[in-house]
């Protein structure tokens, strides 16, 4: 099994380019099965959750090739209906899957979804949602089976709680439709933005209404297009903290600063010299770190996925600090991990308690989630000597050349292959 070996405490200096986003990737690879016309879809991030949806869908009969322009994804001769667990199980976006292939056939199989272990992670939103467009579906041995006799029409829809995923399947389920669905209290993550961007460009009719509204007009001709995906957030935020956490001094390249307007604002009042341009972001590490209140919430909110590298940060800070985490349940593992480095963290209900001014001290130590893993390395960075970081598998399933990425600002990291 793969490991790290981390050597801090570097200041690091220099210049990333954030890649294309994970989270936006996977909806947009899923919808491209609404359609039997080639799609070439560019900046897709070479990690480990964009090759298994790769992989879900070539299950499904879609042909995919990697050329100079991009990935091609051919669902001319796509024709099964059947997600299976060993594809769904390690990753929860493959339920993205169910709403196109209910639109496309009027009947799915697919798996319950595994991902992180950071919650209980039902779909019931989806579910109830899909029935509203006409589809009835049983749960038997850890399989959605769903079927649209009359295939999916289009409803109004109130989702009982903001969910990316549900809002993403019941978006590109109800573009093949028949007639109009108004999806509201939806999920507005950027991510969602460039899934309808995507669409629309396919040829879907999409319209927001409201700021959580969105009307879909149901078509029946698509077309063959190329698409760029948008910038990873979450990596530049993890990187802008990567910089403040060690008097740093980088510039980030690649993005659209207005879309994390909230991570950078938290950052500056944390202490950090931030200043943007157009597609970038520079950021000086203030020596100072400020302590603070937090609560993570649905964009624009402060992302869940950003909340265990914040966390290391305020580790850090002049005073105590605390965040609340308010979407999933379980999302404290990397807290234990942290406390065995010299955190103080406790835990009281959502809520983390951060005593502050930690040098962290280096460790061996084990990622349990994504986001638990990169924390660790944050920590790592600042800590004076060797930490080694098991279980990386985590990693990379959404962190493209993390190693690479680090080395080139100066940072001393490497992947022991056979460890
Ligand atoms: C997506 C992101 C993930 C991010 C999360 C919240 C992808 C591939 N993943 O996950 O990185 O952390 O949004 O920003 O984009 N819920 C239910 N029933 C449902 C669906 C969700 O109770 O049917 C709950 C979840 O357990 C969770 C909350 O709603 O507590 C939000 O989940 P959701 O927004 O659906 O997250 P994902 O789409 O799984």
């Not at 899923?30 to 992989?55: C, F, G």
């Not at 289009?154 to 978006?171: C, M, P, Q, Y």
Request: proline share 3%; glycine share 8%; charged share 25%.
């Amino acid at each position: 099994m793969q490991k790290l070996e981390v050597f801090g405490a570097k200041k690091l200096k220099g210049q990333i380019k954030i890649s294309g986003s994970k989270n936006a990737s996977l909806p947009i690879i899923a919808a491209t099965l609404l359609s039997n016309k080639k799609i070439i879809l560019k900046e897709l991030p070479k990690v480990r959750d964009i090759e298994t949806m790769l992989s879900l869908l070539k299950s499904l009969g879609s042909q995919i090739k990697f050329n100079k322009d991009g990935t091609e994804i051919d669902n001319s001769k796509q024709k099964k209906k059947f997600a299976s667990y060993n594809l769904v199980k390690t990753m929860r976006a493959g339920i993205l899957v169910l709403g196109p292939l209910l639109a496309k056939f009027g009947s799915a199989k697919v798996s319950l979804p595994g991902g992180c272990a950071i919650g209980s992670r039902p779909i019931d939103i989806h579910l109830k949602a899909f029935s509203k467009l006409g589809v009835r579906y049983k749960i038997d041995q850890g399989y959605v089976i769903a079927n649209a006799p009359k295939g999916l029409k289009g409803n109004k829809i109130h989702f009982s709680k903001v969910s990316v995923g549900a809002t993403e399947n019941l978006i590109i389920a109800a573009t093949l439709a028949k007639g109009t669905t108004l999806l509201s209290n939806c999920a507005i993550e950027p991510e969602i933005l460039d899934l309808v961007n995507f669409l629309k460009k396919l040829g879907c009719k999409i319209k927001w209404i409201s700021k959580r509204t969105i009307e879909i007009i149901g078509v029946n001709k698509l077309k063959e297009i190329s698409y760029s995906v948008m910038f990873d957030r979450i990596e530049v935020g993890t990187y802008l903290v990567a910089a403040a956490i060690t008097q740093g001094n980088l510039m980030i390249k690649n993005v659209k600063p207005e879309i994390i307007r909230t991570e950078i604002d938290l950052l500056k009042k944390t202490g950090a010299k931030i200043t943007t341009k157009k597609n970038e972001i520079k950021i000086i590490g203030s020596k100072k770190i400020k302590s603070m209140k937090l609560k993570t919430a649905p964009y624009p909110g402060f992302p869940t996925d950003l909340q265990a590298q914040i966390m290391v940060l305020l580790c850090k800070a002049n005073n105590n600090s605390i965040i609340q985490e308010n979407i999933f349940e379980n999302r404290f593992m990397h807290v234990a991990e942290l406390n065995r480095m010299g955190a103080k963290i406790s835990i009281q209900g959502n809520k983390a308690l951060i005593t502050g001014n930690t040098n962290f001290a280096p460790a061996e130590l084990m990622a349990t989630d994504l986001r638990a893993s990169v924390s660790l390395i944050l920590a790592a960075l600042t800590a004076n000597g060797k930490s080694t970081i098991n279980r990386i598998y985590h990693l990379d399933r959404g962190y493209e050349n993390i190693e690479k990425k680090l080395k080139k600002v100066g940072a001393k990291i490497n992947r022991i292959k056979n460890g």
